[in-house]
């Protein structure tokens, strides 16, 4: 489909061997896709490789265009946004500095622009632009790391273990913007463990074990037939 980030036949080895193998993810316009699978899937291995921070093998199709092997900068200005596990941000700095920070390949009037965007978005943060980002709640701190990636207006963004660690009251405000970023033409790729949260709101859904996807198709069907999620480690339901 016109527009889809396209992953085909990724496979990345760290230390032993192989931990994701020969994996084929599309992430199309306009739709949340769920990436699931227990601790250890390969999942976060999978996204440093799409962001070129970890060497891989296959292709990362952007729009038909193939990214794999460039560089992480070039990677992001082809609009490919990701918010990696853990939340990672300048603490000694200010939210208003860490969304300066995310803007520094755009031009003034971009960033500008970003910046209003992504305080739209979460407007919890305009209170908190002067706060230190090591100061704020967990929620917010997930927040900042989405603004921070929506502030180049992506066509693309990836976010891994949104909800990990996070009240269910605060996860239940962050997903609904995800949809509303999804509608606004953004191809989503939500990557969780605890697949109750993903499920709840994402169209297209992936599920991975030991490297390999095990399912691919409609969010519905896992939702209906949470039977096929079979891993038990994947705790459908039992988190948030
Ligand atoms: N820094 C690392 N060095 C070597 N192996 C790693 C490293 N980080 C993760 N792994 C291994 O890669 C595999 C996949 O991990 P990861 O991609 O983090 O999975 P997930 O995100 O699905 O939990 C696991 O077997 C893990 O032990
Ligand atoms: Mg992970």
New binding site residues.
Partial sequence: MSGTLRLEGMT?S???GP??RDVTIDIPPGKVTALL??????????V?AVGGVLPSKGKVLADGVDLHGKRPERIRAAGVAIVP?GRRMLRGLTVADNLEVACYALSREDARAGRAHALELFPELEKRLDALAGSLSGGEQQMLVLAQALVSRPKWLLV??LSLGLAPVVVKRLVPTLRTVAESGVGVLL?E?FAHVALGVAEDAYV?DR?RIHFSGAASELREHPELLHSSYLQAGNAA
């Fill in positions: 990345v760290r230390g032993a931990v994701v699978g227990p601790n250890g899937a390969g999942k976060s291995s999978l440093l596990e891994d273990e990557i463990q991975m490297g």
